[in-house]
């Protein structure tokens, strides 16, 4: 994160000829917002003097205000380098304020800060990790995206059976172009699938950075000829598409998820922060899972995790406690997936492993078994439960989790539902090819 001043930006929107500037928020549901200003509006920006109507963001329409002030992260300036190199386009993230100068609390930037700056109360700093799987369909005579591929490529296949090897390369340095971190990439399990995968970074900077990556990659994409798509589960035989989250919790400069001496190699801290996520991984599942989509990722059959377990060993599980040759741990949640908003998301996360911290909340014993192959009725006598089947019963563990209510805010929480179930029973009133083939015949 560069911590530029006003004086810095303006010397390097002169030099590199920048002539338009991008307002960038996320509302509610994750969906990438901006206004555009031309560079001459540039001082009317740094000075959080640029306007928003409200009434048609998710998230802000249910104030008594329909005016909101932008004011821009200074750290966020980047030239965007898929735009024209003449008469460059730059961006800011921002947040969002009151016209009285208050912080909109239920912006999903501010709703992750006010989390993160409860952890640092604490004495705590948390770095994440996200790996992100996506895929690179065809697109029609008309550009517009389909679920086609001819592709046959696997698991960390190469060329010429990777036929978006180009794509994804230009993806990453693309990301580079801006400053981003990449650890590694690779063609996922699925024909046309694909994962990025960043260095660790705090929480604000990592869910910045994801939601410019989703641009980027359906900007660069779009060059190829192909549509990059994060929908959870867009082919029916396939694996989908997760976003698998890596944590790591740190207070005076060393991670607390590790103790060597612990048969595990867990710290108590570790063992309360697993305790809390898997208390409210099903209230949070709306979240981490916000479409009717996603739950036919998080079915029995493929790789997604379905049985709410956590494990040392199983790399399968829901959560992953991760060790390192260095003894560094790292806890792996496996269940959300790219539709997420990352900043509901990690403020959810945090809270709940915080919550776990501050009550001693004990942990389930870890299973270091492949659930996968264990019968209903197996599972039913070890306790393990699964995460909600569909959205519906989502929703309702959302709505009656308290740790949610206090993080996102009653009213946030009210709107996301109502919203939310609208979208849910649209999907009931469709009639699908698969209930025609299978009712219509015989019934």
């Known amino acids: 994160m560069k911590n530029y001043t006003k004086e810095q930006i303006l010397h390097m929107v002169e030099e590199e000829d920048v002539e338009f500037i991008r307002l960038q928020f996320t509302d509610m549901f994750g969906v990438l917002k901006n206004i555009a200003i031309p560079v001459s509006r540039l001082m009317k920006a740094l000075d959080n003097q640029c306007v928003i109507n409200g009434d048609y963001i998710d998230g802000l329409g249910n104030s008594e205000e329909n005016e909101y002030y932008l004011y821009p992260d200074l750290s ?43 952890a640092k109360e604490m004495g705590y700093e948390i770095c994440v990790r996200p790996e992100c799987e996506f895929f690179l369909f065809h697109t029609d005579d008309n550009g517009m995206p389909t679920n086609i591929t001819h592709e046959k490529a696997g698991y960390m296949d190469t060329t010429p059976l990777d036929l978006g090897e180009n794509a994804r390369r230009d993806i990453i340095l693309t990301l580079e172009d801006m400053g981003y971190d990449i650890d590694s990439s ?3 399990l699925a024909p046309a699938q694909h994962e990025i995968d960043f260095l660790y970074s705090d929480m604000l900077e990592t869910a910045d950075k994801i939601m410019t990556f989703k641009v980027a990659a359906r900007t660069v994409a779009k060059r190829h000829g192909l549509h990059a798509t994060f929908m959870p589960k867009p082919s029916a035989d396939v694996d989908g598409s997760g976003m698998h989250i890596h944590m790591k919790l740190i207070k005076n400069g060393k991670n607390v998820f590790t103790d060597p001496s612990d048969s595990r190699g867990l710290s108590k801290d570790a063992y309360g922060f697993i305790a809390g996520l898997m208390k409210h991984i099903k209230g949070m599942s709306a979240i981490s899972n916000p479409l009717v989509n996603s739950y036919k990722r998080l079915v029995t059959g493929f790789e997604a995790p379905y049985n709410i377990i956590w494990s040392c060993r199983q790399n399968g599980a829901l959560l992953h406690a991760c060790h390192k040759n260095n003894g560094d741990t790292a806890l792996e949640l496996r269940s959300p997936d790219g539709a997420a908003n990352p ?11 915080l919550e776990g911290i501050e009550k001693d909340l004990q942990a389930p014993g870890d299973i270091n078994v492949d659930v996968r192959k264990m019968s209903r009725e197996e599972k039913k006598k070890a306790g393990i439960d699964s995460l909600p089947a569909n959205l519906s019963v989502a929703l309702a563990e959302m709505e009656k989790d308290e740790l949610i209510r206090a993080v996102l805010g009653n009213g946030f929480v009210d709107e996301y539902l109502e919203k939310k179930e609208q979208e849910w029973e649209s999907y009931m009133e469709q009639i699908s090819e698969w209930e025609l083939s299978q009712y219509l015949y015989c019934m």
Not at 343 to 353: K, N
């Open 76 to 118: 966020t300036f980047t030239i965007l380098p898929w735009r024209p190199q003449q008469g460059k386009v730059a961006r800011f993230i921002c947040d969002i304020y009151h016209m009285d100068g208050r912080l909109c609390e239920s912006s999903p930037r501010s709703i992750l800060k006010k989390v993160m700056a409860r």
């Open 186 to 188: 690779r063609h996922e």
């Open 343 to 353: 900043y509901l998301l990690f403020a959810l996360c945090l809270a709940a492993g």
